[in-house]
């Protein structure tokens, strides 16, 4: 829908979710890329992602038809529930939580759960963690 800037997500629901352009990871590209190579790889052609280059961030600016095109299989995360008449709204800014670690793809961040024992300990495992992301490491 460029009028609105958005897409029309089928998702499994009854209603298509909805997927706003300033809900698009400014690694929306690079997410896109991901998944295309993930959906292609077989047991016999696995796909190296050691290799996986990182695509130049989307403009804030810009427009959903310039990113999405055709129908991309996307990744999303659910940020809201449908509501009646309404489908649920998406998010591409992915934020997989785990116990004591969230795990964003593509984000330079690295977030410790403030219940961990890890962080309890001193401040060594932050950057241990900060370490493991090659991006932020120095």
């Known amino acids: 829908m460029p009028g609105l800037n958005a897409a029309f997500i089928d998702v499994g629901f009854e209603k298509d979710a909805f997927l706003h352009y300033t809900d698009l990871s400014p690694y929306a590209k690079s997410l ?4 295309n190579l993930a959906m292609s790889a077989t047991d016999a052609n696995p796909v190296d992602f050691s290799k996986f280059e990182v695509e130049p961030e989307i403009v804030k600016t810009g427009k959903i038809s310039e990113v999405l095109s ?3 299989h996307v990744l999303v995360q659910i940020l809201k529930e449908p509501i009646a008449a309404k489908g649920p709204r998406l998010s591409c800014e992915l934020s997989l939580p785990g116990r004591f670690v969230v795990i964003t793809p593509f984000n330079n961040i690295v977030a410790v759960s403030k219940k961990s024992i890890l962080l309890k ?4 495992y932050r950057k241990l963690l ?3 992301n090659p991006k932020t490491s120095e």
């Open 32 to 35: 896109l890329k991901f998944t």
């Open 70 to 72: 055709g129908k991309p």
């Open 121 to 124: 300990k001193g401040r060594g």
């Open 130 to 132: 900060m370490r493991l």
